[in-house]
């Protein structure tokens, strides 16, 4: 049995005056000149994102669960290779328009910021009026990156369904990722194919969302985050014995589950952890200071979420 504690609650915490919502390159030649060409033409404000090429997609499939996505692909990103990628869910706050949806990851959670963050060392606190990061767990991560920079990923940042108002969503949204999604993303974007190269991440809602999906369609990934995902009371050693029912005789994905000192969720997170422990399948907990909101995801979590799934996944084959 393989696992995992890392605890990082050293620094005192700022008060958090946010209230807490409740669920809330492109290929070579000819086609990699197209391909580049269509997105270096960002339709909007929302896809002008410095540092990253993006790519608006509109997809088949039904509203309620799904059909847009927007993709970043970092312009640091060497265009005659092939590239590892995250899938990134968001929460129930981000849900209800489907602009915000797809601004969810990149602008509400900082995740574009955080991704020039760990590409520029030294990491140091975005905000200075919040103290959710521990002083040693940035010196730590400014370690590692002197040492083995931070490569980068491709973003893929679909519009998550609220699986309370859809009758099998998490059903409808697997399939769709399976059938629609990847494949549209690898045929418009040089990324792996394979599960080593390919990550899933969620964060509240968006993190149940992604644990659904991964028991689903384990095959798909090499790679799950759940950050402060939302776990019922109760209900984490069904998630655990289901998902150790679907990773049977399947190649295991390496799993983090990230929680903080105010996550309503925080109990039954380490509670799923240990229930995973149970039934021998590993996963990593991370705990760190700071409440269940935005701002902790852009000035903590989603560097911690990026950072994490560019040291797990597999370079894919070359082009």
Same mark, same amino acid.
């Given at each position: 049995?393989?696992?995992?504690?890392?605890?990082?609650?050293?620094?005192?915490?700022?008060?958090?005056?946010?209230?807490?919502?409740?669920?809330?390159?492109?290929?070579?030649?000819? $086609?990699?000149?197209?391909?580049?060409?269509?997105?270096?033409?960002?339709?909007?404000?929302?896809?002008?994102?410095?540092?990253?090429?993006?790519?608006?997609?509109?997809?088949?499939?039904?509203?309620?669960?799904?059909?847009?996505?927007?993709?970043?692909?970092?312009?640091?990103?060497?265009?005659?290779?092939?590239?590892?990628?995250?899938?990134?869910?968001?929460?129930?706050?981000?849900?209800?328009?489907?602009?915000?949806?797809?601004?969810?990851?990149?602008?509400?959670?900082?995740?574009?910021?955080?991704?020039?963050?760990?590409?520029?060392?030294?990491?140091?606190?975005?905000?200075?009026?919040?103290?959710?990061?521990?002083?040693?767990?940035?010196?730590?991560?400014?370690?590692?990156?002197?040492?083995?920079?931070?490569?980068?990923?491709?973003?893929?940042?679909?519009?998550?369904?609220?699986?309370?108002?859809?009758?099998? $969503?998490?059903?409808?949204?697997?399939?769709?990722?399976?059938?629609?999604?990847?494949?549209?993303?690898?045929?418009?974007?040089?990324?792996?194919?394979?599960?080593?190269?390919?990550?899933?991440?969620?964060?509240?809602?968006?993190?149940?969302?992604?644990?659904?999906?991964?028991?689903?369609?384990?095959?798909?990934?090499?790679?799950?985050?759940?950050?402060?995902?939302?776990?019922?009371?109760?209900?984490?050693?069904?998630?655990?014995?289901?998902?150790?029912? $679907?990773?049977?005789?399947?190649?295991?994905?390496?799993?983090?589950?990230?929680?903080?000192?105010?996550?309503?969720?925080?109990?039954?997170?380490?509670?799923?952890?240990?229930?995973?422990?149970?039934?021998?399948?590993?996963?990593?907990?991370?705990?760190?200071?700071?409440?269940?909101?935005?701002?902790?995801?852009?000035?903590?979590?989603?560097?911690?979420?990026?950072?994490?799934?560019?040291?797990?996944?597999? $370079?894919?084959?070359?082009?």
């Amino acid at each position: 049995m393989s696992h995992r504690l890392i605890v990082a609650l050293r620094a005192p915490l700022a008060p958090d005056r946010r209230r807490f919502a409740r669920r809330g390159f492109l290929g070579l030649g000819v $086609a990699a000149a197209s391909a580049v060409s269509g997105l270096g033409h960002a339709r909007n404000s929302r896809t002008a994102i410095d540092g990253f090429r993006t790519l608006d997609l509109k997809l088949d499939g039904d509203p309620r669960v799904s059909n847009r996505a927007l993709v970043l692909v970092p312009e640091t990103l060497d265009p005659t290779k092939k590239h590892r990628s995250v899938v990134l869910l968001h929460g129930y706050g981000q849900a209800h328009r489907v602009p915000s949806a797809l601004d969810a990851w990149w602008r509400h959670y900082g995740g574009a910021e955080a991704h020039r963050r760990l590409q520029a060392p030294p990491l140091r606190r975005a905000r200075s009026s919040v103290w959710y990061w521990d002083p040693q767990r940035i010196d730590d991560i400014n370690a590692e990156l002197s040492t083995h920079p931070f490569e980068g990923l491709v973003l893929i940042c679909p519009v998550t369904p609220i699986p309370y108002f859809v009758r099998g $969503a998490f059903s409808k949204f697997s399939s769709w990722v399976e059938k629609t999604l990847l494949p549209t993303v690898r045929d418009k974007v040089p990324i792996g194919t394979d599960a080593a190269s390919t990550g899933l991440a969620g964060h509240s809602m968006g993190g149940n969302v992604a644990l659904e999906l991964l028991i689903r369609k384990p095959h798909l990934f090499g790679s799950f985050s759940g950050v402060q995902l939302e776990v019922a009371k109760k209900k984490s050693w069904r998630y655990a014995a289901r998902l150790a029912a $679907a990773l049977e005789g399947q190649d295991q994905p390496k799993i983090q589950l990230h929680t903080a000192t105010r996550d309503p969720y925080r109990n039954e997170i380490v509670k799923l952890h240990r229930h995973l422990e149970k039934k021998d399948v590993a996963s990593e907990l991370r705990k760190s200071w700071g409440a269940h909101n935005r701002l902790w995801m852009q000035e903590l979590g989603s560097v911690e979420t990026l950072l994490w799934h560019d040291r797990t996944l597999e $370079a894919p084959a070359s082009l």
